[in-house]
Each structure stands twice: as C-alpha cells, then as structure tokens.
C-alpha cells in the first residue's frame, strides 16, 4: 500500500509560525511569574488577552502589573516577528471595563535582524545580589537613548545619588506596609515554589531556584518560608541587593491609562532586553509603586511632575541565575 503523506497547507505552515512567535513571547517577565497571558491564533493574526485566572487581587487589584506584562510579551511577539519575516502591527482594543486585548496583525515582509532578538532568550530577573560595579556613562547613554512608547518615561538613578538614597527609603517604606499584611503574604506565599517538583508540577510562580534559596519539603516549607517575611529580614536582604547594584530606574506613565500601560509594557520589554544585550543584569523593586500612599509620594516629592510611578528596577552585574519555568505553548492557547 502506496504511503499517504499529508498536505501542508498555508494555513496550517502559517500556524507553526504563529505558535513559534508564542513560544518567543511567554518568555517576557510577569508578576510572581504568573504568566496571566492567553493568545489566539487567527487568519494573519496574533491575539493576547488577559488570564484573570492568574491575576494577583492584593498586590495588583486594578491589573496594572497584569496588562504590563501583556505588554511585554506583545513587544517579544513583535520582534520575532520580524526575524520570521513578517511585519507587525499592533492595535489596542477595550473589550469591557475590565479586559483589554492585544491584537498583532501579520503581514508577509523579507526577514529583518533585530539587534534585540537574542535577548528574548537570554534575558532573565536576577535577584542574586550583585558585583559592586558600575554601568559606565557611556553604557548609560545607550540605554537612555533607546526609543519608548507614548506616554512613557523613565528615570536612571545612579547609587550614592540623594534620589538614589531616597527611592532605596521608600522601598523600605514599601516592605514595611506589605510585610506587616497578612493577605499580601498569603497571596505571595500562593506563588512560590518550595522545590523543584514543586516548579516542575505548575511551571509558573517563584521558584526557589530563581530566588538562590535551596528546596524545602512542601509539607513544612510554607511555615517555614512565611516566618522570613517580616519587615525587617526583608529590609535588610533588599538593602545589601540594592548596595550591590548600580542604578534605580524609575518607570513611569503620563495618562495611568490601561493602554498607557500596555505600552509601558513594550517599552520595558524593550529596556529589558537592552541591557541584557549590554550584558547588565536586573531585577524588579516594585514595592513603592504598590502601595498607593508611597506612589503618590514619589509623584510628589521625587518626581515633582503629573506622572505616575509604576516600576522600580534595579540594575547591575552579576553571574546568571537559574531560569524561571514557563508553560507549554499550547497550555496559554484559546480557540
């Protein structure tokens, strides 16, 4: 009996693409690693929208964090696309008051090099502390050079700086708040990952691994973890992680827009892999921009303009880490 081979058609060559790009963008970073991102694969396009699913109601009740990540990963989608030969266009659409799609049109184009393409599988959170070592000025000027989205702005903050020394106090002020409450905890707790069977069992969340602590049981690793998170043991692990770095980066957005925040997301991403590209390490310090009180602080006080404050990171040099888990490909699709 003659053998039957199947027919490739273009909708079905397009589709292997598509799910290529998909595996490019759920590399991009999200809260607790909760990858709350779902995508649909339709004729000449790319859609992601929002996995409520893995929201995080405490620390990110209005999902400013979760349509950020969005963001980041639109961006990742964006670039491989054009390595894959295929030109990218990106439209926001409201679909009620609370979800928000993403919608990448494909258009068939030659192939283009994107100097930030190998980034998207290098680039990782780095929360080991670091070198000492400072980013040079002419390093710094590249990365303030690099194009951002509208409505979108950040501020580089070198150490030994007065801002540098003030935004290193509210985040203090920030564990402060978040370590004193119960619910924050128990919703950070939900996320982490004790050890590696634990990781491998969900692919998402803080592993332990990617926090450079060892593995603990899972039957008594929640006690023991939660007992850590106090306001002062956690002050003093940030205050060492920020001496060792270089620079505070301070995000921010003009309009506090939910598309103001999804380009806020590509302009991250961006950053991002930039200064993976330049070889600098980064790790996030968000704790100010979640509390509402030290957001409008900083607004006030160290920024002195309208702009809202949305991310902190802290860059600098360090060796690698261990690479945080993702989903299957096919786990984060929707028909």
């Given at each position: 009996?003659?053998?039957?081979?199947?027919?490739?058609?273009?909708?079905?060559?397009?589709?292997?693409?598509?799910?290529?790009?998909?595996?490019?963008?759920?590399?991009?970073?999200?809260?607790?690693?909760?990858?709350?991102?779902?995508?649909?694969?339709?004729?000449?396009?790319?859609?992601?929208?929002?996995?409520?699913?893995?929201?995080?109601?405490?620390?990110?009740?209005?999902?400013?964090?979760?349509?950020?990540?969005?963001?980041?990963?639109?961006?990742?989608?964006?670039?491989?696309?054009?390595?894959?030969?295929?030109?990218?266009?990106?439209?926001?659409?409201?679909?009620?008051?609370?979800?928000?799609?993403?919608?990448?049109?494909?258009?068939?184009?030659?192939?283009?090099?994107?100097?930030?393409?190998?980034?998207?599988?290098?680039?990782?959170?780095?929360?080991?502390?670091?070198?000492?070592?400072?980013?040079?000025?002419?390093?710094?000027?590249?990365?303030?050079?690099?194009?951002?989205?509208?409505?979108?702005?950040?501020?580089?903050?070198?150490?030994?700086?007065?801002?540098?020394?003030?935004?290193?106090?509210?985040?203090?002020?920030?564990?402060?708040v978040q370590m004193s409450d119960g619910a924050f905890k128990k919703e950070l707790l939900d996320w982490i990952r004790f050890n590696s069977k634990h990781?491998?069992?969900?692919?998402?969340?803080?592993?332990?691994?990617?926090?450079?602590?060892?593995?603990?049981?899972?039957?008594?690793?929640?006690?023991?973890?939660?007992?850590?998170?106090?306001?002062?043991?956690?002050?003093?692990?940030?205050?060492?992680?920020?001496?060792?770095?270089?620079?505070?980066?301070?995000?921010?957005?003009?309009?506090?827009?939910?598309?103001?925040?999804?380009?806020?997301?590509?302009?991250?991403?961006?950053?991002?892999?930039?200064?993976?590209?330049?070889?600098?390490?980064?790790?996030?310090?968000?704790?100010?921009?979640?509390?509402?009180?030290?957001?409008?602080?900083?607004?006030?006080?160290?920024?002195?303009?309208?702009?809202?404050?949305?991310?902190?990171?802290?860059?600098?040099?360090?060796?690698?880490?261990?690479?945080?888990?993702?989903?299957?490909?096919?786990?984060?699709?929707?028909?």
């Amino acid at each position: 009996m003659a053998t039957i081979i199947p027919v490739t058609t273009d909708a079905q060559a397009q589709n292997t693409v598509f799910k290529e790009l998909i595996s490019y963008a759920i590399k991009a970073p999200s809260g607790h690693n909760t990858q709350p991102w779902l995508f649909r694969i339709q004729p000449n396009e790319i859609e992601i929208l929002p996995d409520f699913g893995q929201s995080l109601p405490i620390v990110d009740p209005m999902n400013r964090e979760l349509y950020i990540s969005l963001g980041c990963a639109a961006e990742n989608l964006c670039i491989a696309a054009q390595e894959k030969g295929y030109l990218p266009q990106l439209s926001v659409e409201k679909k009620d008051e609370k979800t928000y799609s993403i919608h990448i049109a494909l258009q068939s184009a030659s192939p283009q090099s994107h100097p930030l393409f190998a980034s998207i599988s290098k680039r990782q959170t780095n929360r080991s502390v670091y070198t000492c070592r400072k980013i040079s000025r002419d390093t710094v000027s590249i990365i303030k050079n690099m194009p951002v989205e509208s409505g979108v702005r950040f501020y580089m903050y070198i150490k030994g700086e007065d801002d540098y020394k003030r935004l290193t106090n509210y985040i203090c002020l920030g564990n402060d708040v978040q370590m004193s409450d119960g619910a924050f905890k128990k919703e950070l707790l939900d996320w982490i990952r004790f050890n590696s069977k634990h990781a491998e069992k969900t692919n998402n969340g803080l592993t332990n691994a990617a926090m450079g602590v060892p593995g603990v049981p899972s039957l008594i690793a929640r006690p023991i973890v939660n007992s850590f998170l106090k306001p002062k043991t956690q002050n003093k692990s940030d205050l060492k992680k920020i001496e060792s770095s270089s620079h505070l980066v301070l995000f921010t957005v003009k309009e506090n827009t939910v598309e103001e925040w999804i380009s806020l997301g590509r302009t991250l991403e961006r950053f991002l892999l930039e200064t993976t590209r330049l070889g600098i390490c980064n790790a996030y310090m968000n704790q100010p921009c979640e509390v509402p009180e030290l957001t409008e602080t900083i607004r006030e006080k160290l920024l002195q303009t309208n702009e809202h404050p949305m991310l902190i990171v802290r860059l600098g040099y360090a060796s690698p880490m261990p690479y945080s888990p993702r989903k299957e490909v096919e786990d984060v699709l929707i028909p």
